[in-house]
């Protein structure tokens, strides 16, 4: 069973910095990519960071220069180093990944609010 746990949420003014960090269960980690998804109050689900198995990242256009996705396998620990946050920022964050016979995992999410 893959169990993954987002946190690192809270309030933060715009402009501000947070991180998050999503903790995973599982001695494979090292072979799954990880996403970083968020849902704003009233949309859709979208995503938002993608890290390879080999670190390579990737971002959704609105956060780029912003955001920085990493990974410590040693820790099984996925973050996502948000800077620069801004009012649109505000949204549950969630980490994904597809593991183990491509099942999907989803952790429970944390909220993330940028706001002065």
């Known amino acids: 069973q893959v169990q993954l746990v987002e946190s690192g949420g809270g309030l933060v003014q715009p402009g501000g910095s947070l991180r998050l960090s999503c903790a995973a269960s599982?001695?494979?980690?090292s072979t799954w990519i990880m996403r970083w998804y968020r849902q704003a109050p009233g949309k859709q689900r979208e995503w938002v960071a993608v890290i390879t198995r080999e670190g390579e990242a990737n971002y959704v256009g609105s956060v780029k220069g912003r955001f920085t996705i990493a990974r410590d396998n040693a820790k099984n620990t996925v973050y996502l180093q948000m800077n620069g946050l801004k009012s649109e920022d505000t949204a549950v964050y969630y980490c994904?990944?597809?593991?183990?016979?491509?099942?999907?995992?989803w952790g429970q999410g944390t909220m993330v609010i940028v706001s002065s």
């Open positions: 599982g001695s494979d980690f």
């Open positions: 994904q990944t597809r593991a183990r016979g491509n099942v999907e995992y």
